[in-house]
């Protein structure tokens, strides 16, 4: 069973940057894929970011290519979130979650483990 927890969430301006982290509890971490989502009030769940077992391989939605850096750190049992250029859309819950497939994967029923979330908002 593998314990994830966020945190680096907190409120900031339009334009500005948060780095999120997501702590993972087990070693066998480092064989897991893994990525992030994200939730707004009223709105359905929303990949964000994934990356394969070894950070060789990334993938981001439309919404944030260009602006969020997703990496991991496996001697650490660590994922990150940078996000640079944030916006009001950006506000929601952010989410890490963990995949036995090693490579990436972005749907929501493909990882087995989550963390609890951290709230990210940013004002205009």
């Known amino acids: 069973q593998v314990q994830l927890v966020e945190s680096g969430g907190g409120l900031v301006q339009a334009g500005d940057s948060l780095r999120l982290s997501c702590a993972a509890s087990?070693?066998?971490?480092?064989?897991?894929?893994m990525g992030w989502f994200r939730q707004a009030p009223g709105k359905e769940r929303e990949f964000i970011a994934a990356?394969?077992?070894?950070?060789?391989?990334?993938y981001y939605a439309d919404s944030v290519k260009g602006r969020f850096t997703i990496s991991r750190d496996n001697a650490k049992n660590a994922v990150y979130l940078q996000m640079n250029s944030l916006k009001p859309e950006d506000t929601a819950v952010y989410s890490c979650?963990?995949?036995?497939?090693?490579?990436?994967?972005?749907?929501?029923?493909?990882?087995?483990?989550w963390g609890q979330g951290t709230q990210v908002t940013v004002s205009s």
């Open positions: 087990e070693r066998t971490f480092s064989s897991y894929a």
């Open positions: 990356l394969n077992w070894n950070g060789g391989s990334t």
């Open positions: 979650a963990a995949s036995h497939f090693s490579s990436i994967v972005v749907t929501p029923l493909d990882y087995q483990y």
